[in-house]
Nanobody, 118 residues
Framework: QVQLVESGGGLVQAGGSLRLSCAAS????????MSWFRQPPEKEREFVASIGWSGGNTNYADSVKGRFTISRDDAENTVHLQMNSLQPEDTAMYYC???????????WGQGTQVTVSS
């Protein structure tokens, strides 16, 4: 069982930055990867970024490449998403997901709202 606590969301003006965090607890030793997803208003959930639990193998959606950076703090058992040059189209509920594909399980965070005003 894994518990996820997200933080860092909020309201920011266009061009600003936010740093999301997702702290994991429980059986974190079994986690192989972590991903961020987002769901904009009136749209379906979409992939944002992913990272291997060791810190390698990062992947990004084309829409956020060059602006967002995913990283992991192993000492704090936390994954971060640094978001720069935010635009109104980045407005969404952001969710982290961790899991073990081989073992067949995953867990979702509660979500944190990011709102970018023009």
């Amino acid at each position: 069982q894994v518990q996820l606590v997200e933080s860092g969301g909020g309201l920011v003006q266009a061009g600003g930055s936010l740093r999301l965090s997702c702290a994991a607890s429980g059986r974190t030793f079994s986690i192989t990867a972590m991903s961020w997803f987002r769901q904009p208003p009136e749209k379906e959930r979409e992939f944002v970024a992913s990272i291997g639990w060791s810190g390698g193998n990062t992947n990004y959606a084309d829409s956020v490449k060059g602006r967002f950076t995913i990283s992991r703090d192993d000492a704090e058992n936390t994954v971060h998403l640094q978001m720069n040059s935010l635009q109104p189209e980045d407005t969404a509920m952001y969710y982290c997901n961790v899991g073990n594909v081989k073992a067949g399980w995953n867990y979702w965070g509660q979500g944190t709202q990011v709102t970018v005003s023009s």
